[in-house]
């Protein structure tokens, strides 16, 4: 019995460990390029926006005058 309490003792200090770790060396570097990359999104979709919207004010402008004739 007195094994199995130290094992169990064990795994929760290891749990404890790998949790704190996670917490602080896995989570902020994840949510930092999380952030990164929602940025750099961000930025194509503002370039995305503008062209669709030069496209339809190009749209709405009045055709060049027919020169041929």
Known sequence: MDKFEE???RMDEELTRLRRYIEWEVAPE????GAEFLREV??????????LEARMAARR???PPNTES
């Open 61 to 63: 402008s009045p055709p």
């Open 7 to 9: 094992f169990g003792k």
């Open 30 to 33: 994840t949510e930092r390029r």
């Open 42 to 51: 961000s930025a194509k979709l503002s370039e995305a926006a503008s062209k």
